[in-house]
Nanobody
Framework: QVQLVESGGGLVQAGGSLRLSCAAS????????MAWFRQAPGKEREIEAR????????NLTDSVKGRFTISRDNRKNSVYLQMNSLKPEDTATYYC????????????WGQGTQVTVSS
């Protein structure tokens, strides 16, 4: 099991940047693939970025590719989402999630952090 806590959300203007952080508990953080999901108002939660256990590979959706970067520091039990060139459509609650497999189900979740991008 792993416990996750997101932070770093806020209100920014379009074109701005934010860096989200996710702090994980336990000594087994390095065995989990990690991901960032987001849920916009009135929409379903969707995965936007994932990163392998070692950080050696990542996968991002087309909507954020080129603007967002996912990274992790296993020594700090943390995963990050650097968000640049933010758009109003990026407005959502962002969730950190963990899986034992890169392409598997992400079964462990944080509480979410709100990102709001104004026009």
């Amino acid at each position: 099991q792993v416990q996750l806590v997101e932070s770093g959300g806020g209100l920014v203007q379009a074109g701005g940047s934010l860096r989200l952080s996710c702090a994980a508990s336990g000594r087994t953080f390095g065995v989990y693939a990690m991901a960032w999901f987001r849920q916009a108002p009135g929409k379903e939660r969707e995965i936007e970025a994932r990163i392998s256990e070692s950080g050696g590979r990542t996968n991002l959706t087309d909507s954020v590719k080129g603007r967002f970067t996912i990274s992790r520091d296993n020594r700090k039990n943390s995963v990050y989402l650097q968000m640049n060139s933010l758009k109003p459509e990026d407005t959502a609650t962002y969730y950190c999630a963990a899986s034992r497999q890169f392409w598997g189900n992400y079964d462990y979740w944080g509480q979410g952090t709100q990102v709001t991008v104004s026009s």
